[in-house]
């Protein structure tokens, strides 16, 4: 884990590149305490210890089957699709998909150890927390820490995407859904420490996998007046889903552009696809409020 400094800054945009049924908006001046955060997602190979020590079984593995990516399907996968999502085709229910096999029953893992955990739900997520000692962020830790100290930037290292050239996260080239020419290097997941870190040494808080945080999905962010200050804002106390942040290898312009710092998105707390992972954080000893 790294250490977070905490303090003050804007959350949110009013930049108008979302959606406004995310709620990204408005920004606000928000306060959080000190704490620290896992330096990547957590890993296959790290959900595999979990797995072991506790004979956990993740949600999708219980329900027997979970969402696959329309080009990721093995052969054997196709033959075990039961359904799909009307308002998004690409998403097929694949019966024996989950993290250990993530594009279906003939699909492996082996050489992806050091790939996030995949086909994890919010409630599977909690669960590592527990075993693990730690938590997941409140919504408002994880965009302070993505920032990485940067004020108000489009995106983790800055508002340019690609600067000079360079590739900074996993997300999707090339015409969504049909073709991702994978000029970032990759088409799936990458490795949970492939792109440089931003200013706290947190790595791939954009791409790769759409990461879990513990707040219930609201886009009232219920601001003080005045624009006063929010202190360690925990989200509603109940609701319908569970916040999702840092966007996916799925994420392009043309469909879904919420690998900027401040995109949000949500899924039901059971939700599991091939593009949901998650990291963890945990209080700071001695600092206030902890």
């Known amino acids: 884990m ?10 949110g945009t009013d930049d108008g590149e ?22 990547t997602a957590v890993t296959n190979g790290q959900f595999a210890e979990f797995v ?19 080009l990721f399907l093995t052969p054997r996968a196709r033959e075990n699709v039961m359904g799909t999502i009307a308002a998004a085709p690409w998403w097929l229910a694949v019966k024996g998909a989950y993290w250990g096999k993530p594009e279906g029953p003939d699909s492996t893992i082996r050489q992806r150890r050091d790939h996030p955990a995949t086909h994890i739900s919010w409630n599977d ?36 995407l690609t600067p000079q050239g360079q590739h900074r996260c996993n997300i999707w080239q090339g015409r969504f859904p049909y073709v991702d020419s994978a000029e970032d290097g990759f088409a799936g997941t990458s ?14 808080v954009a791409g790769n996998v759409w990461e879990w945080c513990s707040d219930w999905w609201s886009v ?15 989200g509603p106390p109940a609701g319908d889903a569970k916040v999702l942040r840092g966007g996916s290898y799925l994420c392009h312009r043309s469909y879904c552009n919420r690998y900027r710092v401040a995109a949000r998105s949500s899924n039901t707390p059971d939700s599991s696809t091939g593009n949901l992972g998650f990291r963890c954080v945990a209080d700071v000893e001695g600092a206030a409020g902890a």
Request: glycine letters at 12%.
């Open 125 to 160: 997520a909690m669960a590592y927390c527990a075993w693990a000692g730690k938590r997941l962020p409140t919504e408002a830790e994880w965009e302070f820490a993505a920032r990485g100290g940067l004020h108000q930037a489009k995106f983790a290292w800055g508002d340019e």
């Open 52 to 70: 072991k020590a506790t004979g956990y079984k993740t949600e999708a593995e219980r329900f027997g089957w979970s969402y696959v990516f329309h």
């Open 220 to 234: 009232d962010h219920h601001v003080p007046s005045a624009g006063r200050l929010q202190v360690d804002p925990s």
């Open 2 to 11: 790294v250490s977070i400094p905490g303090g003050e800054f804007l959350m």
């Open 18 to 39: 979302g959606f406004p049924a995310d709620g990204e908006g408005p920004v606000r001046p928000v306060r959080v305490k000190p704490f620290a955060m896992d330096r």
């Open 191 to 204: 490795p949970v420490d492939a792109f440089p870190p931003n200013g706290y040494g947190l790595h791939n």
